[in-house]
């Protein structure tokens, strides 16, 4: 399936961004250091690979000295929305993301897979996906972790329901592999792993697993996926419920310490 382009208004600021930066006779690393950006962010904005908000708008017109052609779309560009099914897109933004918090119920979050958790994933998939398939999806998934040696570090929430750390996916070898790492990424200063535990009376997770993401401009961004159908959602009236949602979950979760003893605890039973 191919990507959505971006939409007209994307495209546009794309092209006066680069128009004026080209005309001004800047580089995208230039341009970058004048507003906070980085270089690749700055080429990013272009290509309409991201949405820079209504005060990115503003401060890129400020630097290059654009006569306000391009911050009278800073209002507009506050309303423009991420397409809401783009297979790939959140992989784009999680890469630079600031903050990451997720919530997990069928299987463990795809960046606390080991590689063969992560394996027992991909080929439990049906229809079937070719080795070659297994083989690119399991590399694209190892490669995002990447995120956690990131520097500057992003902060990264995950809150696992129980039931995933009861069902031995892959079999018991994989699954103890797998509650070890859980336990060695967990100790890293900016991971929080917590354990939503069966004990929890409150039905705070009945809409499923989530994904909140924040942009290095300070968007949240929300995402989930039900049947292989993936939805981006980056309204922001949208997106508050998520949060609201969220903060419930985080709140009758068990604290990183105790969820790490659990977390022994069931290594142990294994």
């Known amino acids: 399936m191919s990507e ?79 397409p809401k099914k783009k297979f790939g897109e959140l992989f784009r933004l999680e890469a630079g993301a600031v903050s990451l918090s997720t919530y997990s119920t069928g299987v463990i979050h795809g960046l606390l897979q080991t590689e063969a958790y992560a394996r027992a994933v991909f080929e439990a998939v049906v229809p079937q996906f ?32 129980e039931a995933v750390l009861l069902r031995r996916t892959g079999g018991r070898e994989v699954m103890r592999e797998q509650i070890q790492y859980l336990l060695e990424v967990g100790k890293l200063k900016h991971v929080r792993i917590s354990v939503l535990p069966f004990g929890c009376e409150e039905p705070v997770d009945s809409d499923g697993p989530m994904t909140l993401l924040e942009t290095p401009e300070h968007r949240m961004l929300g995402y989930t996926e039900v049947q292989g159908e993936s939805t981006l959602v980056s309204d922001r009236k949208e997106v508050n419920p998520w949060l609201h949602r969220y903060g419930m979950i985080r709140m009758h979760a068990l604290p990183p310490a105790d969820s790490a003893r659990l977390i022994q605890r069931r290594l142990e039973e294994l």
């Open 130 to 161: 070719s080795e070659d398939e297994v083989e690119r999806l399991l590399a694209e998934r190892l490669a995002r972790q990447a995120l956690f040696a990131r520097e500057p570090a992003p902060i990264l929430c995950f809150v696992l329901d």
């Open 4 to 82: 959505p382009t971006p939409s007209p208004l994307v495209r546009a600021v794309g092209n006066q961004l680069r128009r004026w930066r080209e005309h001004r006779g800047l580089s995208r690393e230039d341009v970058g250091d004048k507003t906070g950006f980085s270089g690749s962010a700055i080429g990013a904005f272009e290509r309409g690979e991201r949405i820079p908000d209504g005060p990115a708008i503003r401060s890129l017109d400020a630097a290059l000295d654009a006569h306000q052609v391009m911050a009278v779309l800073a209002d507009d560009m506050d309303q423009e929305e991420y």
